[in-house]
C-alpha cells in the first residue's frame, strides 16, 4: 500500500478509535447498517433545536438545548465514523485494484512495444502467405492495441476514482475532528454554565439581566442618550476619573471597559491600534488567567494607556472567547466593541490624548445608573470612552 494512504488511514483510525472513541461507551445510537435511521433521528433533533431557540430563555430550556446538541453532535460523530471505516475499505479495494491494473498496464506496454516492431503493416506484408493472412495479422494488432487503450482507460478511471475517495477521507477526518471539537465545546459551556449558576433559575435570569442592560446601556450611549456634561479641556496623562472598586450597575466587578469610536461613522475601533506596546499585562481573557486560548493582546499605537501597568487583560475586541464560549454573553452579543482592563497597582483612569472631557450616565431598566467619561480628541472625528468609573 502506498505511503501516503497509509498515512491518511492511519489518520482515519486514530480519529476513530482514540480522538471519539469514549462515544461507543455507551449504546451506538446510529445503526452501522442502516444509516437512514440515523439520519432521521439526527432531522428530529435537528427540529428540536430550532424550537427551542425560539422559546423563552430559561436555564432549563438551555440546559435542554445544550443535551440536544450534545447528543446530535454525537449521533453526527458516530455518522462519519461508520462513513470513515467503509470510505477505508473502498479505499483499501481501490488500492489493491489500482496496484493490479498498473501491474497488467506495464506488462501490456512493454508487450505493444514488441508487437509495435514486429508487426509493423510493411513486416507482416512481407511475412504473410497471403492477403487473408496480412488481414487477419493486421486485425489482431488493431484488437490488441484497442484492448491496451481499454486497459489504460479503466487504470485512469481507477486512480481519479481512487483519488476522490481520497480527499474525500481527508475532509471527512477533518469534520470527524470538528465534531469531536463541537462535542467537547457544548459539555464545556454547559459544565460553565452549571457551574456559574448552581443550576438555579433565577440567579441564571439575574445573570442574563445585567450582562443584557449593561450592553443595552453602552449600546444607548453611542447612540447618544447618555445625559453628559461637558468638564473642559483635558491634557494627555491627566487624571480623569477612577475605576469602581466593586461591582456596579450591571457590572459584575472592578474593571475599565474602553472602547475607541469614530463620531462621524458611530464606528467602533480596535484599541490595540492605538495603544503602545510593551506594556506589563497578564491575560485573564481567556478560560483562565494565562491559558493559551485568551484573546490577542497586541497593541501598536503611540497612545499612553488609560490605567497604569501592570494590566490585567480580560477581554479583547471583536470576536473574543467571551462572546464565543460564555454562554450568557454568546446568547447576547457576538462582537465586543472594546477591551475589558484593570490596574494591579492603581484605580485611577487617564486620558489617552488631549481633548474635550465629558461626564455621563446611563439610567438602565433596573433603574441603577451606569457611569462613563468621554474624551473627544483634538484629532478629527475620534472619541475615546471609558465606562465603569467615578469621577
Not at 29 to 36: G, S, T
Not at 104 to 128: H, I, N
Not at 320 to 341: C, E, M, V
Amino acid at each position: 500500500m502506498r505511503p501516503s494512504l497509509m498515512r491518511l488511514l492511519a489518520i482515519a483510525l486514530f480519529l476513530l478509535f482514540f480522538v471519539t472513541g469514549y462515544v461507543y461507551a455507551q449504546e451506538p445510537l446510529c445503526p452501522k447498517d442502516n444509516l437512514d435511521v440515523c439520519n432521521q433521528t439526527i432531522n428530529k433533533l435537528q427540529v428540536k433545536l430550532d424550537q427551542l431557540r425560539t422559546e423563552k430563555n430559561t436555564l432549563s430550556n438551555k440546559i435542554s438545548y445544550y443535551n440536544s446538541q450534545i447528543q446530535l453532535t454525537t449521533l453526527q460523530i458516530q455518522q462519519t465514523e461508520i462513513q470513515i471505516a467503509s470510505l477505508s475499505k473502498q479505499i483499501t479495494d481501490l488500492e489493491s485494484r489500482l496496484t493490479r491494473l498498473s501491474e497488467l498496464f506495464r506488462r501490456r506496454t512493454v508487450e505493444g512495444y514488441r508487437l509495435t516492431v514486429e508487426m509493423e503493416p510493411l513486416t507482416l506484408l512481407l511475412a504473410s502467405d497471403n492477403l487473408s493472412n496480412f488481414m487477419t495479422q493486421l486485425e489482431y494488432l488493431r484488437t490488441i492495441r484497442l484492448n491496451d487503450r481499454k486497459l489504460m482507460l479503466q487504470v485512469e478511471e481507477t486512480r481519479s476514482n481512487y483519488d476522490g475517495q481520497r480527499t474525500l477521507a481527508q475532509l471527512l477526518a477533518r469534520r470527524l475532528e470538528t465534531q469531536k471539537q463541537s462535542l467537547d465545546q457544548s459539555k464545556k459551556e454547559k459544565e460553565y454554565l452549571l457551574q456559574v449558576t448552581g443550576n438555579e433559575e433565577k440567579r441564571y435570569q439575574d445573570m442574563l439581566s445585567r450582562a443584557l442592560a449593561e450592553y443595552e446601556a453602552i449600546q444607548a450611549v453611542f447612540s447618544g442618550k447618555g445625559k453628559e456634561s461637558i468638564v473642559g479641556e483635558i491634557k494627555e496623562g491627566q487624571r480623569i476619573a477612577s475605576i469602581i472598586s466593586k461591582e456596579s450597575c450591571n457590572s459584575d466587578g472592578a474593571h475599565l471597559h474602553f472602547t475607541v469610536k469614530d463620531s462621524q461613522s458611530n464606528n467602533t475601533h480596535n484599541p490595540f491600534g492605538y495603544l503602545r506596546g510593551g506594556i506589563n499585562y497578564i491575560n485573564c481573557s481567556g478560560s483562565s488567567c494565562g491559558s493559551s486560548d485568551g484573546d490577542a493582546f497586541a497593541p501598536g499605537g503611540n497612545w499612553l494607556w488609560p490605567i497604569d501597568a501592570p494590566i490585567k487583560f480580560t477581554q479583547g475586541y471583536g470576536s473574543t472567547w467571551a462572546t464565543r464560549n460564555d454562554p450568557i454573553i454568546k446568547s447576547l452579543y457576538s462582537f465586543h466593541d472594546g477591551i475589558d482592563i484593570m490596574s494591579n497597582s492603581s484605580s485611577e483612569v487617564k486620558a489617552v490624548k488631549t481633548g474635550v472631557l465629558y461626564r455621563g450616565a446611563f439610567t438602565v431598566r433596573s433603574g441603577c445608573q451606569l457611569r462613563y467619561v468621554k474624551v473627544k480628541h483634538a484629532e478629527a472625528n475620534i472619541e475615546t470612552y471609558y465606562f465603569h468609573v467615578n469621577y
